[in-house]
């Protein structure tokens, strides 16, 4: 890391310490004119520009990130992340399992994967998904609510009625949520 790069990579991290993001957006596009193969700027702008809804341009960060370490779950995840948001449905389930495949605990790509499965009405390996993310997150009220949707949707009420029991140990809110949803579509 060189100096300039040292230097507005800082400046980036004051402007975010003090929620100014877009000056730190543009203190990252400086650490990569600076340095272009600064991973982590790039990771960090990729983030940013998602969280504005800049997904194009995320995505290319994330894609650069990924020329130069493949196999980095996080980032597939992320990848994966922005795909979803644009409703690229099969090739975040392509970067969701890569990331599950280099990191099997990464619960957050477990559970990304299952919204891209129920989008394309993959409601079976959905149903894996959720399991796999409620199981390394036991206490996940969003992975459990969307698994009892899954189950009410493949006309499962045993299984529903478990996930209600398991979420109505530590999330009344999410509890009875799902259970409303679940009786408004039968009706």
């Known amino acids: 890391m060189n100096f300039q790069s040292w230097w507005h990579y800082r400046r980036a991290r004051f402007f975010l310490f003090f929620y100014r993001r877009d000056q730190a957006i543009s203190a990252l596009q400086d650490v990569l004119a ?70 099997p605990a990464l619960d957050r790509a477990w559970f990304g994967l299952g919204m ?4 394309l009405d993959h409601r079976e390996a959905a149903v894996k998904s959720f399991e796999r993310a409620a199981k390394l997150q036991p206490m996940n009220p969003h992975a459990l609510y969307e698994l009892g949707m899954q189950h009410h949707a493949l006309g ?32």
């Open 34 to 103: 600076a340095e272009p193969s600064h991973l982590v700027a790039s990771n960090s702008l990729g983030f940013h520009y998602g969280e504005k809804g800049e997904y194009e341009l995320a995505a290319a960060q994330f894609e650069a990130v990924l020329r130069v370490q493949p196999g980095d779950a996080n980032t597939q995840f992320n990848l994966g992340y922005i795909r979803q948001k644009q409703a690229r449905h099969e090739e975040a389930i392509a970067l969701f399992e890569s990331a599950v495949n280099a990191s």
């Open 156 to 187: 499962q009420p045993d299984k529903l009625a478990e996930v209600i029991d398991k979420l109505k140990q530590f999330d009344p809110k999410a509890t009875a949520q799902l259970i409303q949803a679940t009786q408004s579509m039968r009706t």
């Open 116 to 119: 891209s499965q129920v989008a």
